[in-house]
């Protein structure tokens, strides 16, 4: 059974909304997901270093801070350096998924950031493998639209100054979803 | 009297206009401001060089060609390694403009790659300097808003698949403006 | 039978020797490397386009020009919009590499470029996969030690100003042939 | 007079040391340096902002762990949201530098994140301004000579396993003092 882990930090929960769908997308493609939250960047990030160590492909999930990963996303990206140390990680699976106020906001640092850590670890980076939202034009992309942002690298989803419950919108959550059952297809032909 | 060169390349039209409104800009802070057009990248690049090389401040403009600055522009970036040798363009200011259909679309990889020849020139980068079009979500953002999309880096813009006498949206080119007054104004300083 | 395109532009033949390289990788894996070079921004990308399209993965190498890959390789990358449209390269594996003067000189800019491409095109990311070259420090990796300069996003070659005869040296060279290697090994694991 | 934060983190005390070159260089350049200590990602950064916000301009400089800037200068980033939203640190200098065991190592990829904080808040950035440590190659470039390594977004210098006292080279610390100096002169212009 292929095993997806998604790794993720959620200032005020929206990103956590993320992460639950990317979740449904890994059940939906016959995978086992395994969400696994940070909570600060001072915590002990050994129990969730050993359960990410298990899975078959990690997706990391991040809310934007001043336009890159949150600093206990990159706590734990430092605490990772005792699996580069025997490449413990190399072939796996990894994607990135990043939740904003805005359209733009530097989503796509924050996402680079993410796959930067996946290839010092030697794993194999999935995107979203999406056309834009609307081909006539982003202002046209309806909040149900699957990658209404038109977000290639990664997921980059867009949250109002409002609840989780009713942000980010259907669209991003679809796109979420989309990238768990994508990478976790991706992983299962690897790992077979 | 300042001058600032305006380098682009345009293939539809939208990245002119959106040229022109940053010249606009310029000529508000009491500049002048001088358009440059990019015609393809097997073009003699020569006479724009040397009209670049008179400027105090450079601001580039692009496309985003699959994700980033047009062949054409790079093809331009490349002729200019003969300034590089000399580091001609070291201590002017740059600044640097993308437009696309979609909102995001990897246009801070283009607006990167710009800030990258800048560097390689021994430039000063100037940005937005603006905070998100709406500090209420992105979704709310009008088409009317300054920075609806929230770049820094520098000025993205995005056009619906529709005439440039349409599209972008008045927000957008009002942020050009704003990008070359502010460009305008940091030039005048150092060049004082 | 997994065969691996291996899409390059080279301008004084030095990255020609690393596309040979990594030629030589693919070799190794038991699949067939297809080399398909680039002459100039401005030829007909039609033939190129249609055998890259046959293979099962691509790899895109570049001389770094000004901080950047090459003109000729972004027309290239432009000409590939044709095939965007239908994603036809989606779930194709994609790696890249960078050939230039000096140990940075925004090497990674390049490689990251190339990335941006593959992720429009939906294909699945390749790295190096390689510790760094020395791990009591940069400055006592040897020419002959693999991941010398130690990039991870791609592989990052440096070559002297002299013929490509002599330059970059064996170790650039291993670590491109590491790559061809790994890329096809990955893809067949991918289009069993 | 004009003053000149720097606002570093340093892991094993190699940082420091560059930050003290850059001190050396704002000295040089008639202004006067202020060296701002991060200890970690949990500290209080209230007295830091302060101190910081009195400057004409700040340099951030950070150890590369994982590829990216530490844990503990993206939370001194992350604290600076306060400041972001006033926007109070508009129109300052802006500058950075990052030391790591290796040549390349994703040092651009840390600059970069400097980069983006940088332009979130309005700064403007001045890169290195230098040529290559070598015109005949970078191999061929002595642990004396300015740039060495070849960065233009920021410095990027590159220590061995050993102590701070004997690493990184003279012409790391060189490049260093050479920052130090440049925003110094041009934060002079600017605030004049």
Chains 1, 2, 3, 4 share one sequence.
Do not use: C
């Not at 298990?54 to 997706?59: E, L, Q, S």
């Amino acid at each position: 059974m292929t095993t997806i882990a998604i790794v993720y930090h959620s200032g005020y929960g929206h990103t956590a909304v993320v992460a639950q769908a990317v979740a449904e997308g890994v059940t939906r493609a016959g995978a086992t997901p395994k969400l696994l939250k940070i909570e600060n960047a001072a915590q002990d990030f050994a129990p969730l270093l050993e359960e990410a160590s298990k899975a078959d492909g990690i997706i990391f999930g991040t809310p934007v801070y001043m336009g890159d990963v949150s600093a206990a996303l990159k706590a734990f990206f430092e605490a990772s350096s005792k699996i580069w140390y025997t490449q413990g990680w190399a072939g796996k699976v990894a994607a990135g998924f990043a939740n904003g106020l805005t359209a733009a906001g530097n989503k796509d640092n924050a996402l680079g950031s993410i796959f930067v850590l996946a290839m010092q670890q030697g794993m194999i980076w999935v995107g979203t493998g999406l056309m834009p939202g609307n081909m006539e034009g982003n202002s046209k992309a309806a909040p149900e639209a699957m990658n209404r942002l038109s977000y290639s690298i990664g997921v980059g989803t867009q949250s109002d100054n409002a609840g989780p419950d009713v942000t980010p919108p259907s669209g991003d959550k679809d796109t979420a979803r989309h990238l768990g059952e994508r990478v976790a297809k991706i992983a299962a032909k690897l790992s077979a």
